[in-house]
């Protein structure tokens, strides 16, 4: 299967790092760009190492889910996108993926 054209389905800053970072901002007023240079940037110093691993799973799983649809559309459909998923590693046997990392 070829790389998938971008989307933001599959790419960790739009489905992970923006809304975090706006959810957290939200609702603040800030008095210049620098203001908001330094909240971002502080924002940014507090991801942890487990927030990362967070992401990185969440990775894996939409990965699986656009090659199991092979490309095709998945987010909004998470009950046939899973079951997609499991018929595609079990019958294909791709090694390392668990269901526990699907499910």
């Not at 299967?1 to 706006?22: G, I, Q, R, T």
């Not at 998945?74 to 590693?89: I, P, Y």
Request: aromatic residues 10%; neutral net charge.
């Amino acid at each position: 299967m070829d790389h998938p054209p971008y989307s933001p389905d599959l790419a960790p800053c739009d489905f992970w790092l923006f809304p975090e970072l706006k959810n957290s901002l939200k609702g603040q007023r800030f008095a210049d760009l620098s203001d908001i240079q330094r909240n971002v940037k502080k924002l940014l110093r507090g991801i942890t190492e487990n927030d990362f691993q967070d992401c990185l799973q969440q990775w894996h799983h939409r990965l699986t889910k656009c090659i199991a649809s092979q490309g095709e559309y998945f987010e909004g459909n998470t009950a046939a996108a899973n079951a997609q998923v499991s018929k595609f590693c079990f019958h294909r046997a791709i090694p390392g993926i668990k269901l526990s990392h699907i499910v």
